[in-house]
């Protein structure tokens, strides 16, 4: 099997993209996730977002690297945004899903914290191989 590459700039593209995403959740989503982790505005300020956000951001850089090359695998001419979207649908449902509701459930978290945190990186890993597949590879 031969390895398409990976194209860098696609990369970067996509984690943005996620950033943006999980922005655009959290803030609908804002009220609703608040309650599920029993804090409040006032509490979030005092934490402050400076750090999580870069955390982040980092984060979303790793993810879109792995998740570009795993796609990378599936072989020449077949980095496209179709397979993007499954090869990110297939890591979200293996890894992140099944790592989210363990940890939640021994935590004791509220049903509707998973339902929240798993549907956002469903939607992050969606972007980031629909973007991947879109830029391809150079």
Known sequence: ??????????ILAAAVAGFLFGGAWYGILSKQWMAAIDKTMEDIQKTGMLVPMLISGVCLLVMAWV???IMGHLGPGQI?????????????LGFVATTIAT???YQGAKRSLTL?????WL????????????????
Do not use: E, K, P
């Not at 496209?80 to 979200?92: K, L």
């Not at 191989?129 to 150079?138: D, K, P």
């Open 1 to 10: 099997m031969a390895f398409a590459g990976m194209n860098y700039w696609a």
């Open 67 to 69: 998740l570009a090359g």
């Open 80 to 92: 496209t945004v179709r397979n993007g979207v499954i090869s990110g649908a297939f890591c979200w």
């Open 103 to 105: 940890n939640h459930a």
């Open 116 to 120: 929240i945190d798993a549907g956002h």
């Open 123 to 138: 939607g992050v890993l969606i972007v980031q191989g629909a973007v991947i597949g879109w830029l391809g590879v150079r």
